[in-house]
């Protein structure tokens, strides 16, 4: 029988509502999770492991990196077939994203956790964790890079965004869709998935800064950054990738500072393109320096970015990074 390690690290799926603050806090364990996943010991031998019992919220870059380290040491073992990840659906994009950049195996690893909590009704904590631990031991889903599991969806971290508040299929993939599904305990995949980007990095050094670009909008956070010393920028422009023109200067004082500057957009679809001339278009940003990142929204872009100038902080290079297969 395949083995599947497992590891919890809090969030909504380890919650349950204190009666004393009448508010769900982190409180169950492992055991207690893995206890209402029914039957799956017919299916797969489990491992578990508590890394941690952070909310969402609470996860820092140095932990989710922490966590790589942790899972690819699980990954470089014969006996581990897969890995599970429990997570804070509130960075858990962010997390499962650095997890893809960093993790360079060809082994499954599935991301998931829970929109509702232990004490409510429709808790879809053990759910989410059995439709992981199928996707983990599925010979399909070698080599697909890192997934996000959520009401019976599978979709690539290096697409997958939380797209409500509430909902239990909050995690959609805006550009592209799911990936596959887990139907009655079957791993099935729809398409097939393009070449995974890994970065290979010793530590997470670096500050990254992101900004939502707004109507009459000018330099002075940028300047405020560049100050305080900032390795980079990515800005959430508007559209196909524009900003307010008093933001240039800003941006151009970052970049001739080899500060780098990724522009994505603020809008939940589509990507950026150089296709506006005007004073802060697109065109006249790419002409100044900035980098383009595609279709990530900006949470995501800020992550490829911080690991990109863990890597490297030549500018050509970070431009590599985020262009290669754009033009």
Do not use: W
């Not at 890394?51 to 006996?79: A, V, Y």
């Not at 939502?212 to 940028?222: C, E, L, P, R």
């Amino acid at each position: 029988m395949k083995k599947v390690a497992i590891v919890f690290n809090g969030g909504t799926i380890s919650m349950k509502v204190d009666p004393r603050i009448k508010a769900a806090v982190p409180t169950l364990s492992a055991q207690e999770i893995l206890s209402m996943v029914t039957g799956i010991e017919g299916y797969a031998e489990i491992e578990p492991y508590t890394f941690s019992n952070l909310p969402g919220p609470h996860m820092t870059l140095e932990k989710m990196f922490e966590l790589s380290k942790f899972i690819k040491e699980l990954l470089n073992r014969e006996d581990i077939t897969g890995v599970v990840v429990t997570h804070g659906t509130d960075s858990l994009e962010e997390t499962a994203y650095l997890l893809d950049l960093t993790l360079d195996s060809e082994k499954p690893v599935i991301v998931t956790g829970a929109m509702r909590n232990s004490s409510e009704l429709g808790y879809d904590g053990p759910h989410n964790l059995a439709a992981s631990i199928c996707t983990a031991i599925s010979n399909e889903a070698v080599g697909r890079g890192v997934l996000v599991c959520f009401n019976s969806e599978l979709l690539l971290a290096s697409e997958v965004t939380k797209a409500n508040s509430m909902s239990l299929n909050a995690f959609q993939s805006p550009n592209a869709g799911p990936i596959g599904i887990v139907d009655s305990n079957k791993v099935i995949f729809y398409r097939d998935t393009k070449r995974k980007q890994s970065i290979e990095i010793e530590k997470i050094d670096a500050k990254v800064e992101l900004i939502k670009a707004v109507a009459g909008m000018d330099s002075s956070y940028i300047n405020f950054c560049i100050d305080r010393g900032i390795d980079g920028f990515v800005i959430e422009g508007m559209g196909r990738g524009n900003v307010p023109p008093l933001m240039v200067d800003g941006i151009m004082r970052a970049i001739d500072n080899n500060i780098p500057v990724v522009v994505v957009s603020r809008c939940f679809q589509g990507r950026v393109l150089d296709s506006y001339g005007y004073p802060g278009g697109g065109k006249n940003l790419r002409n100044i320096g900035v980098i383009f990142g595609d279709n990530l929204p900006g949470q995501k872009a800020r992550i490829k970015l911080i690991v990109a100038l863990s890597k490297t902080r030549n500018l050509d290079e970070i431009k590599k990074i985020f262009e290669m297969e754009l033009y």
